[in-house]
Each structure stands twice: as C-alpha cells, then as structure tokens.
C-alpha cells in the first residue's frame, strides 16, 4: 500500500484547487449545487450540514456519502432515524452562515457542522472561519435550543505557511470547547493522502473513501443519539 505523507496530501491539493473545490471568491471553480434535501421520516433527525465533502461530490450519488452511510448504519438501532444531507459543493462557512436559516426550516435533534475546508483553500482569515462558526452554532441553539451539534476539524496547506496551518487547524477545538459541542478533529484521518480511496484530483473521496468517513463518524453520533 503506497500512502502519501500528510504533506505529500496537500501538495496534491495545491495542485488541484484551481479545477475542483477550492473557488475563488465571485469566480467558483466548482459550481455551487443545490442542497440535495433527503429526508426519511419519523424518529430523530439528523443535519449534515456541509461542503463538497458531505455533498458527496463526484460520487455516482448522494447514497454512496459518508452522511447517507451513516444513516444506514444507525438505522440499525434507530430504526425511525431521520436525516437531510444539505452539504452544498464549493461552500464556505460565510456560504453556510448565509443559508442557514432557510435549511433550519425544520427541528433537528443533531446538526453535523462540517465547513470551512473552503475557507482554507481561499487564504481567508482564521478569525474570519472562528467567528462564522461560532454564528452558525449560537443560530441554531437559539431556533433549536435543545440541539446536540458536532463539529468536524479540518486541516489546511502547507504553502500558506505554517503560522496560518497552525492557526487554522486550532481555530476548530477552540470553537467547539468554547461552545460546548461534540468534536471529530479531523474528518479524512485514514483517508487523506492514500490514492487509492480519493478520487483523480486527489481532493474528494472516493465511493470506498466514504465508507471509512462513515465509519469513523459514526460513534459520534451514536453518543449525540443517545
């Protein structure tokens, strides 16, 4: 089994951002898609609430991302389980910030809060990510006060330099200790930089790939079901 070094990872994403997810801002190199709502009835619902990550993209459909895995697998033990994939391909989280009241249009008992890759890839501001991410939590406490939430780490580029990964990558704990939340400190762990479960453009998982993020996701949403 040949695996990239986590540096080796990010250097493909250098490579590659320019053609796949990482837009620049008014000009997106990954077309933005709708969310795709999938809702099941009955029971507990579940949010994820993401990018192309959670989206699924490049898959041959939303049933083969981590989140609707994930759903069959806690399935088994809540049969009446319900959940909506609203990850939204090229979103950052001032993306997410601004469409959040119009996906919080019904009660969820979990919301999986998977942004800010994007930001990333952009060169935005930390602080920037810190603070929509504090929003997007504190608005849906305040429309749902007895929501559990999960926030998924991200990692960023080494060519932005080692002040912005070490600030990037701290920004994600701090927000959720600071807002009491569950936290997954790194979405693509055993994932990241082997070619063989990401797709060509070394960014985006492959079908096989997100069964693995499934995998690791979901004893954190076994606890937050509970």
């Known amino acids: 089994m040949s695996r990239l070094s986590y540096y080796g990872f990010f250097s493909i994403l250098v490579l590659f951002s320019f053609v796949t997810s990482c837009n620049k801002e008014g000009s997106e190199q990954?077309?933005?898609?709708?969310?795709?709502?999938?809702?099941k009835t009955n029971g507990k619902k579940i949010l994820f609430f993401g990018d192309s990550l959670t989206a699924g993209y490049?898959?041959?459909?939303?049933?083969?991302?981590?989140?609707?895995?994930?759903?069959?697998?806690?399935?088994?033990?809540?049969?009446?389980?319900?959940?909506?994939?609203?990850?939204?391909?090229?979103?950052?989280?001032?993306?997410?910030?601004?469409?959040?009241?119009?996906?919080?249009?019904?009660?969820?008992?979990?919301?999986?809060?998977?942004?800010?890759?994007?930001?990333?890839?952009r060169g935005l501001p930390t602080k920037m990510t810190e603070e929509n991410l504090t929003r997007i939590i504190?608005?849906?406490?305040?429309?749902?006060p007895s929501i559990k939430i999960l926030l998924i780490?991200?990692?960023?580029?080494?060519?932005?330099?080692?002040?912005?990964?070490?600030?990037?990558?701290?920004l994600f704990p701090r927000v959720s200790k600071k807002e009491k939340t569950e936290f997954m400190p790194f979405l693509l762990e055993g994932v990241a930089g082997d070619r063989r479960l990401n797709q060509d453009d070394g960014i985006h998982p492959t079908?096989?790939?997100?069964?693995?993020?499934?995998?690791?996701l979901v004893p954190y949403l076994n606890k937050l079901l509970k």
């Open 30 to 39: 990954e077309p933005k898609t709708s969310p795709k709502m999938e809702t």
């Open 153 to 170: 780490g991200m990692r960023t580029l080494p060519n932005m330099g080692p002040q912005y990964a070490k600030e990037f990558a701290a």
């Open 58 to 121: 490049g898959l041959n459909g939303p049933e083969e991302s981590f989140a609707h895995l994930a759903y069959l697998e806690l399935q088994k033990k809540y049969p009446d389980l319900e959940y909506v994939n609203a990850g939204v391909s090229g979103d950052t989280t001032s993306g997410g910030l601004a469409r959040l009241d119009w996906v919080l249009n019904t009660k969820y008992d979990v919301f999986v809060l998977e942004l800010g890759a994007n930001d990333s890839l």
């Open 207 to 216: 079908a096989e790939g997100h069964k693995i993020l499934s995998k690791h």
């Open 138 to 144: 504190r608005e849906a406490r305040a429309k749902y």
